[in-house]
């Protein structure tokens, strides 16, 4: 036995606001894709004209030698005494790579304009 549909003439197909969504979703994949991909070309383009040089610069700091119950926020406050003591920790504390924890006995650099 075979079964046999039949199609009403002028039926539609309906969208619930989930398939909407499907769908939606469906036709913006391959758009999406097409432009991350056309992004990191012209990303990859702007990155390839960087070029290493063989000058290096020289940088200049001095060193200072942290004393017992010295803080960097005092350290700060000491070596630019007129400078906002937040940019100069920030600063110090990017010259050495630490991130706020200070030892007695450390040794650390100070960017050479604050030690003028």
């Known amino acids: 036995?075979?079964?046999?549909?039949?199609?009403?003439?002028?039926?539609?197909?309906?969208?619930?606001?989930?398939?909407?969504?499907?769908?939606?979703?469906l036709v913006a994949a391959p758009v999406l894709a097409a432009g991350a991909l056309a992004g990191a070309g012209v990303l990859g383009d702007?990155?390839?004209?960087?070029?290493?040089?063989?000058?290096?610069?020289?940088?200049q700091f001095e060193h200072i030698t942290v004393m017992p119950g010295q803080s960097l926020w005092q350290i700060a406050e000491a070596v630019a005494p007129e400078a906002d003591p937040r940019d100069v920790v920030a600063e110090i504390e990017l010259l050495n790579g630490i991130a706020g924890a200070i030892q007695p006995g450390e040794r650390l650099a100070i960017p050479v304009h604050y030690s003028g």
């Open 46 to 59: 702007a990155l390839a004209g960087a070029v290493a040089s063989s000058t290096a610069e020289t940088a």
């Open 1 to 25: 036995m075979t079964a046999i549909t039949t199609t009403t003439p002028g039926a539609r197909v309906r969208l619930t606001a989930r398939g909407r969504r499907a769908l939606a979703l």
